[in-house]
């Protein structure tokens, strides 16, 4: 063969070497999570490395589009799965709590995001997140009492992730209805519902208010449990006038007893100050109590109470007012015989 000939066919055998490289290089799969290579792609999976990597939790908003994108940041990532770098390539503010890693957007570009993910969501719907359930919580009693809980949670909406919360805690956690499509990640192996709530809320940015209120179960049970004590309790004597004196004679009270009395202080209202219906109503509030202590006693320790009860009206008798230790009224007498002072 010829020198020029024999050039010419190793030139064409690298050519066609060169076209049967390019045609098998574009019979590969595209890369995905699932390729031999192992390289993911997908935020969501890259997330899932770093939670395997903390014994922290790690929370973070996600959108579709950065589930689509070719390995591009995968590429930028390279061997360094640092915090920091996946932060600085998927353009997440690193914000720590004690428990927690939460991974969010800056304000600018959640917004923009958010829109974006809107407008694809009604455009794509028959692909739009398909095959992202993945939600599994789990909840405990600690050895205090308190409640604690796992979590995992990958591109699910933050709607159905407050409808299982309250599931499994009994916190009811509600989000703005603009908020109810925000997807994220989230992976915790042990937290309270406290720390759950607080991370969220750094995530989004949001503020925190807080309504605490009785189950149904307990105000049915409480609601119960009075209606019992009304029909199986007498109340005692003073009990019951408490209830129906005390607002008539804090208005007998002059401006500074008054404040004593609201400071917890002893407060005495002879009877002698009284209008005359409440004096009477008082009045028999005392003799009745009396003969509520009297019928308590020992015969022998009856005997001066009885022979007060016979000269009530000279004994002075005097209502002494509640205080934040003595929830009822009070009696004092004074024996005439003996000024004696007798308080029960």
Not at 233 to 262: H, N, P, R
């Amino acid at each position: 063969m010829k020198p020029r000939t024999a050039r010419w066919a190793r030139s064409g055998v690298v050519w066609m070497c060169f076209v049967f490289v390019i045609m098998e290089a574009s019979a590969q799969p595209p890369l995905s999570p699932s390729s031999e290579a192992g390289e993911p792609i997908r935020f969501t999976q890259i997330l899932e490395k770093l939670a395997q990597k903390t014994r922290l939790g790690l929370l973070a908003e996600c959108y579709y589009a950065e589930e689509l994108i070719p390995p591009t940041n995968a590429a930028m990532l390279g061997e360094d799965w640092r915090l920091e770098t996946v932060a600085a390539v998927y353009r997440r503010e690193v914000v720590r709590t004690r428990n927690v890693i939460i991974l969010r957007p800056a304000t600018d570009i959640a917004a923009v995001r958010r829109l974006e993910e809107t407008q694809s969501s009604v455009r794509f719907p028959a692909v739009w997140w398909k095959g992202y359930d993945l939600l599994e919580m789990r909840s405990w009693k600690n050895a205090d009492g308190g409640i604690q809980m796992s979590v995992k949670a990958s591109g699910v909406p933050l709607s159905r992730f407050c409808e299982q919360f309250q599931k499994e805690t009994g916190w009811r956690l509600q989000v703005e209805a603009e908020l109810h499509t925000v997807r994220i990640f989230a992976s915790w192996e042990s937290a309270s519902p406290g720390e759950v709530v607080e991370a969220i809320a750094l995530l989004l940015r949001g503020g925190v208010e807080v309504s605490i209120s009785r189950t149904a179960e307990q105000k049915a049970a409480e609601q119960k449990l009075e209606a019992r004590q009304k029909t199986t309790e007498q109340w005692s004597v003073k009990q019951k006038y408490t209830d129906e004196l005390l607002d008539g004679l804090l208005q007998e009270l002059s401006a500074e007893e008054l404040s004593l009395f609201q400071q917890g202080a002893e407060v005495e209202i002879p009877l002698s100050r009284l209008s005359p219906e409440l004096h009477a109503r008082a009045l028999r509030f005392i003799s009745d109590s009396l003969e509520e202590l009297i019928s308590q006693l020992a015969l022998d320790a009856q005997m001066p109470l009885m022979r007060l009860r016979e000269q009530l009206a000279e004994c002075q008798p005097t209502i002494k007012l509640p205080t934040p230790m003595r929830r009822w009224l009070g009696v004092k007498l004074t024996d005439p015989a003996t000024g004696e002072s007798h308080v029960f």
